[in-house]
């Protein structure tokens, strides 16, 4: 019989923010969640009871066998507070929280032991040490040969009173029938949930060369109200650990150097080691004695210490035996090596000299140096020793970035990358400089903790994602901020570098030629001049070092009878601006290129070919600090259909007079003809197209899939006397062809141009995007507010296809914030429209709508039961079981299938249309087209918000009576800065910050809960019941 906790999942849609791509996953064939599942293991167990102090409500068992499973040790509720922290948040969602665990006790004897698998590939253990400062050993044991053996000895790190759960993650890859029990050994530990993925020979996989850089965090150990984003940061590395090389940390991981500070860091770094994400990290001065005044590190010896990462094979060694102040670390990909040299703040001379051998004993290796202080202000080296504490001869000397940069950095030929910290200033900076060999090295300045987004207080949460691409001969640098969920596009905060020189462990590398064998055109040459001044006679050649010129093209000619062309050629009076040495872009002294008109309007179209493989374009983005896009296309069936968006860089992000090259691999063996088309709203140059005939290999790159600012609304257009232009059909058409408007109009202050959604008496106002392919999980990002500052609410809805609410939120302020909506998943030909209902004096205002892939997996839900239908003929009708404990639905949902068809689910009799139960199996009932195909057992589901934004919005005042007046069930009371919910059976507290960000949660209340918010201030509160919805605006002094 087959054991119901086992489960099919056959098909996952995979996102990352390089792109969106579909995996074919190993199934999963085992998940027991005791949380989730909680009302199905109360009954399988004996009825707890609660401990003398009421802080453990729990049985212990002694070889009870249930469904396959055999439990020796403690079932329940454990302690929440600091001592043992068992009841820590879901670490994949960071939201709900873990309230019922099996618990591994410290006798030796107490053990897991789960049925028999068919397989195991990827093994994962949601699991807690209940010891604040001692990390204890798990064993993952394999029966054989009537005899348990112990096959994999995990450690769990001390939980330093942090609320965290650690997702422990191993490749067992057994490929035969096993069975597998834990056990544990001198310390408790308490396990939440068991996933077992079957093997697959093709995982894990080897990972792209991403790093993750963590620059200046001790703001977020340093100020309460921030704590949580030291965890939200790491959290956010953790879920895309399959894509994570290495972990950089630069300095100053605390504030004050205090234990206090040191857990939360601590706290947070451990969640890296769950999924075994390498991690390295270097002392600032402040982790060093009192603000650097001495070389005292114990709390970072203590916290992070030697004998944890030891034991891992990226890690080479250290300078002073048994101690982390200074480390080296390496890893690799294909025949690319990497060392990171981890330096102490202000390294001594003693410790220069141990880099030294480090980096000449790997002459293959290229060499990531990573210390706190290095760069300083103005993309100078730092120079100067400020803290006397640290002043001093001989081998203790420190050493300053300049004198870093004689002694060390530039000595060496394999030396690459630099990167540091410390200096505030504008908070980044850059500079490329070459060693004594001839090399280049690329030294970088981060530090977020202020002067870049704003304030402390205003929590930015930036990091940098750094992507080397050796085999391409490039790499890039983002700033993101998983906390606010948006990337930084400013000057400084993106860098795209081509023509990198990485040493090879093996052939020499030759720069890769780019294929021209279909077509290759360059548009700095003789040739294009003579044809352009054959179609447009007053086309002039600028003077070198004259002011850009450019003239207009006509569409309706074919250039070199073959090539359709819609904007102009701009030329350009600087230097050839070619990425690569071998290519210039230059004619007689100027950089020439085709320039694509800012809108739609703007195409370069290319003859039909007989196949198209690798395609390369050499372009510039005419803004420099907001990336844009191209789309590529093909023609068929009597029209343009897409093919994927290329997104362009910040010109500030390229270094001056220099192109960027993209290649995307087309790979069609047949005739076809493609064009080049401006989806965004800037101006872009294309200096050079090249198309291979060969299939070329998957690289695909990071793209925004929609972009609006505006901009294109000109203000000669105005019709009165406010800067308020009203859009007309005929607007739309010439401005943002294939949008929908009603009751909308453009609000223009100056250069900004703002869309207005609603006005003082109108109807539900709204406006509409054009088509486009969102089959992929993606995100909207954009920035609103209301429009007039004494309304207390205005409220908006973003709703996918017209059917399905991603979104609802409401804004009391005449200043703007950003916005972002969660994953979600459309059709290839989705639409999004933003509605503001009918209200008094209601209109929002909306700016900078972006629309790019995810950054995870949209939610996947798995079915239980035996789903395979198999193939069906006709129309069908199914009925099953989704179960949704833990996440709210707000609208019906949608089916997405393993070919990639989607339609509408509608909810059964059993619950609300538009509110279905949290916490419940919901039975669903769907129709499948004709002959839909094999479907497998995953339902990618819309509807769902983990991170809950979405309010029902009532009359509120400033005072939480009225709320506990109307509950008819329970009590809510709220006593300085807890809120506590007691007699609610399946009720769901949020309470949110006045920016929407939720605070405190509590879900599927049974038992009294309280809940913390971490500072006084203004809250609103909502109590949802799956029937009904209360919201309350709360005031805690």
């Known amino acids: 019989m087959k054991n119901k906790y086992f489960k099919h999942l056959g098909f996952l849609l995979f996102s990352l923010f390089t792109s969106t791509l579909v995996f074919s996953n190993p199934t999963v064939l085992l998940d027991v969640d005791f949380t989730r599942d909680s009302a199905e293991w109360k009954a399988k167990f004996p009825t707890p009871a609660w401990n003398t102090s009421y802080t453990v409500y729990h049985t212990e068992v002694t070889e009870l066998q249930v469904d396959g499973f055999k439990f020796n040790g403690a079932f329940g509720k454990f302690n929440a507070g600091t001592n043992t922290m068992a009841q820590p948040m879901y670490i994949e969602n960071m939201t709900n929280i873990r309230r019922w665990a099996f618990r591994i006790g410290t006798d030796g004897t107490s053990y897991l032991e789960l049925p028999e698998l068919n397989s195991v590939g990827r093994f994962t253990i949601f699991c807690k040490n209940a010891n604040a400062s001692n990390e204890v050993a798990m064993n993952i044991q394999r029966f054989v040969d009537n005899d348990w053996q112990t096959i994999k000895t995990v450690y769990l790190p001390p939980h330093h009173s942090q609320n965290f759960e650690i997702q422990k993650e191993e490749f067992l890859n057994i490929n035969e029938p096993v069975k597998l029990r834990l056990t544990g050994s001198n310390r408790n530990i308490h396990v939440y949930e068991i996933r077992a993925h079957a093997y697959h020979p093709d995982y894990p996989k080897e990972k792209p060369l991403r790093i993750i850089l963590i620059p200046d965090a001790q703001t977020y150990a340093n100020q309460a109200h921030l704590t949580h984003i030291y965890g939200n940061i790491t959290a956010w590395v953790n879920s895309i650990a399959d894509e994570v090389k290495f972990v950089i940390q630069q300095g100053d991981i605390t504030q004050l150097n205090n ?109 990531i140096i990573n210390t706190h202080s290095y760069l300083g202000a103005g993309d100078n080296l730092n120079t100067g020793i400020p803290q006397e504490g640290l002043k001093a001869t001989g081998d203790e000397a420190p050493n300053d970035g300049k004198n870093l940069w004689e002694k060390l950095v530039q000595q060496y030929a394999n030396v690459r990358f630099v990167f540091s910290g410390h200096v505030l200033g504008d908070g980044a900076g850059k500079l490329v400089s070459n060693g004594v060999n001839g090399n280049k090295v690329y030294q970088f300045i981060a530090n977020y903790q202020g002067g870049v987004d704003g304030t402390q ?82 086309y002039e050649t600028p003077a070198v070092g004259g002011s850009n010129a450019f003239t207009n093209l006509n569409s309706t000619e074919l250039y070199f009878n073959k090539y359709k062309l819609s904007g102009a050629i701009e030329s350009l009076a600087v230097l050839p601006c070619a990425s690569t040495d071998n290519i210039q872009h230059s004619h007689d002294g100027v950089a020439v290129a085709f320039r694509f008109t800012n809108n739609a309007g703007g195409i370069f179209e290319l003859p039909e070919v007989p196949k198209a493989g690798l395609l390369t374009i050499h372009v510039k983005n005419g803004n420099g600090e907001n990336a844009t896009m191209l789309a590529l296309e093909k023609y068929e069936e009597g029209t343009w259909k897409f093919i994927t968006s290329l997104e362009l860089l910040p010109s500030n992000a390229l270094r001056t007079s220099r192109d960027e090259i993209i290649t995307y691999p087309v790979n069609i063996n047949h005739p076809v003809k493609l064009r080049l088309r401006n989806i965004g709203t800037r101006y872009i140059n294309l200096y050079r197209i090249s198309l291979g005939a060969d299939p070329a290999p998957e690289n695909p790159r990071e793209s925004f899939m929609f972009s609006e600012d505006f901009s294109g609304f000109s203000s000669s257009t105005l019709v009165n006397n406010d800067d308020v232009l009203i859009i007309t059909p005929q607007i739309l058409q010439s401005t943002l062809p294939g949008w929908e408007a009603n009751n909308t109009l453009i609000q223009i202050a100056g250069s900004n141009k703002r869309l207005c959604i609603g006005s003082e008496s109108a109807d539900t106002a709204y406006i509409k995007l054009p088509e486009m392919d969102l089959s992929q999980p993606f995100h909207i990002c954009f920035g609103f507010r209301n429009r007039r500052g004494d309304n207390p609410i205005d409220i908006m809805n973003i709703y996918l296809d017209d059917d399905l609410l991603i979104w609802q939120g409401f804004n009391e302020q005449y200043t703007f914030s950003g916005y972002e909506t969660d994953a979600f998943v459309g059709t290839a030909n989705s639409r999004i429209t933003m509605t503001v209902p009918k209200m008094a ?91 839909f195909g094999i479907l497998t057992d995953t339902l990618i589901i819309n509807g769902f918000n983990i991170t809950p934004r979405i309010m029902t919005l009532k009359a509120v005042n400033e005072n939480y009576s009225n709320l506990q007046a109307n509950v008819k069930k329970g009590i809510i009371s709220i006593n300085n800065n807890e809120i506590t919910l007691n007699g609610f059976s399946n009720h769901h507290l949020r309470v949110f910050d006045t920016t929407g960000i939720m605070v405190a949660a509590i879900n599927d209340t049974g038992d009294t809960e309280t809940v913390h918010v971490k500072e006084r201030g203004t809250y609103i509160m909502q109590l949802k019941d799956g029937e009904k919805s209360l919201t309350q605006k709360v005031i805690i002094q």
């Open 259 to 367: 234990a206090a500070q040191w857990s939360i860091a601590a706290g947070a770094y451990n969640l890296l080691e769950g999924r075994n994400i390498p991690f390295t990290f270097c002392a600032g001065n402040h982790d060093m004695g009192r603000h650097g005044d001495s070389r005292i590190t114990t709390n970072m010896n203590t916290f992070l210490p030697h004998s944890r990462y030891s034991r891992y094979e990226y890690f080479g060694g250290t300078f002073e035996p048994g101690t982390v102040d200074n480390t080296w670390h390496t890893f690799s990909k294909g025949d690319y090596k990497f060392l990171i040299l981890s330096l102490e703040y202000l390294p001594r001379n003693k410790v220069v000299d141990w880099a030294k051998t480090v980096i000449a004993a790997h002459p293959k290796h290229n060499v």
């Open 457 to 538: 207080d205003e929590r930015n949460g930036m990091i940098r994602i750094f992507d080397i691409e050796p085999e391409h001969r490039r790499f890039t640098i983002r700033t993101y901020s998983p906390y606010q969920k948006r990337f930084n596009t400013k000057t400084d905060h993106v860098y795209y570098y081509t023509d990198v020189d990485f040493i090879k462990d093996g052939p020499a590398q030759q720069p890769i030629a780019e294929p021209t064998d279909v077509l290759s055109e360059e548009i700095s040459t003789q040739a294009w001049e003579d044809e352009i001044k054959r179609l447009n006679p007053a």
């Open 841 to 931: 004096n209601s209109a929002m205002m909306v700016d900078d709508i972006v629309i790019y892939r995810s950054l995870k997996p949209a939610i996947t839900i798995p079915f239980k039961g035996d789903l395979d239908f198999g193939k069906v003929a006709g129309t069908t009708s199914k009925t099953i079981d989704i179960p949704l404990k833990g996440y709210n639905l707000h609208s019906d949902i949608k089916l997405s299938l393993k070919n990639g068809q989607h339609f509408s689910i509608t909810t059964g009799n059993t619950v609300s249309q538009a509110n279905a139960t949290a916490g419940t199996n919901v039975t669903v009932q769907f129709t499948a087209p004709e002959s």
